[in-house]
């Protein structure tokens, strides 16, 4: 069973910067495509947010507008981990973030419509106005 760890939430000044990381662990391929997703705070039953995702081929990415600038999503094969780079974050920002993976591509289907196999249990990110 593979398992996805995220890391590196925390609480930051509107403005600030934060590195999420995810590892995934046990029986892994290196050539997943990577997906960060938000949920927001009070909402455990209301969809997740996409945000960002990583082609597992030639490693092309996607961002959603809200996002698009100020988010940056780079993975590691060799360590089977994604980061996202957020940077100048703003108070509606705050939520669970959360990291996804699958051996599907986007050739498969539009980022944002992709369908990933793997998730992670979130790592909780707070930007304080």
């Known amino acids: 069973q593979v398992q996805l760890v995220e890391s590196g939430g925390g609480l930051v000044q509107a403005g600030g910067s934060l590195r999420l990381s995810c590892v995934a662990s046990g029986p892994t391929s290196s050539t997943y495509t990577w997906g960060w997703f938000r949920q927001a705070p009070g909402a455990p039953g209301k969809e997740r947010e996409f945000?960002?995702?990583?082609?597992?081929?030639?490693?092309?990415?996607y961002y959603v507008p809200a996002v698009k600038g100020r988010f940056r999503i780079v993975r590691d094969n060799s360590k089977n981990a994604v980061a996202l780079q957020m940077s100048d974050l703003k108070p509606e920002d705050t939520a669970v973030y959360l990291c996804a993976a699958t051996l599907r591509s986007f050739f498969d289907a539009d980022p944002p419509k992709l369908l990933y196999d793997y998730w992670g249990q979130g790592t909780q990110v707070t930007v304080s106005s």
């Open positions: 945000l960002a995702s990583i082609s597992r081929t030639a490693g092309a990415t």
